[in-house]
């Protein structure tokens, strides 16, 4: 079946401007997260949804960033006034369930740069 | 909060040797473990975890990890290493009380050399 599909698969933008990265989660999944990977780096932790519940925004860097998930499916991060240390790797995955011992499942992410 | 360390960068190992990759974990309560495995611009794959049960967990492509709780670690093993398994690895940890927060290491490069 489909796996979690992220667009674009690569954004270059100017230093300012804003940008929006889509998620759509594998079909039934009802947690999702967002997760940056900087070169080098390992995963840092974004913001997670689950259901119908508030999402849990904690990881989110600054105000510059939100994200929505409309329905209950898809995703979208949208970061608002580009830096270029907000170049990196974004991605995005989903579980089945709530349990913790639930695997995620990632997208190809999403590459963004900020010229 | 719960904390993961991958204390090698990098591992090189020769094709059909046995390769270890390395991973300790901080948790307040009883973890569930994970490993990860990157490929060139494409997202994580999940290889294996550790819930309960068993200290030795099997995963995906003959990987396979042992959970040891007095040392708090969580080592990749494979017996006999493949040009293929060059990549990169990522250790994770979920405390069991909080769903939300899955923490990753740094990520292990391991290159496995012909």
């Known amino acids: 079946g489909a796996g979690v599909s992220q667009s674009p698969s690569n954004k270059v933008t100017e230093k300012g401007k804003d940008v929006e990265l889509r998620c759509d989660p594998i079909s039934g999944h009802t947690a999702l997260y967002w997760y940056r990977q900087s070169l080098g780096q390992g995963l840092e932790f974004l913001i997670y949804?689950?259901?119908?519940?508030?999402?849990?925004k904690s990881g989110l860097p600054s105000d510059r960033f939100s994200a929505e998930r409309t329905g209950g499916s898809v995703s979208t991060l949208t970061i608002q006034r580009t830096q270029q240390e907000d170049s990196a790797v974004y991605l995005c995955a989903s579980s089945s369930t709530t349990g913790a011992g639930s695997p995620l499942h990632f997208g190809n992410g999403t590459r963004l740069t900020v010229t | 909060a719960q904390s993961v360390a991958q204390p090698e960068d990098q591992v090189n190992v020769a094709e059909g040797n046995p390769l270890t990759v390395k991973c300790t974990y901080s948790?307040?309560?009883?973890?569930?473990l994970f490993w990860y495995v990157q490929y060139p611009n494409r997202g994580l794959q999940f290889l294996l975890k550790y819930i309960t049960g068993d200290n030795l967990v099997k995963g995906s492509y003959g990987f396979e990890a042992e959970f040891n709780k007095s040392q708090t670690s969580f080592h990749l093993k494979k017996p006999s290493a493949l040009v293929s398994d060059s990549a990169l690895y990522f250790c994770a940890v979920r405390d069991r009380r909080n769903n939300n927060d899955m923490r990753f290491g740094a990520g292990t490069r391991l290159t496995v050399k012909p």
């Open positions: 949804f689950q259901g119908n519940s508030a999402p849990d």
């Open positions: 948790v307040s309560g009883n973890p569930y």
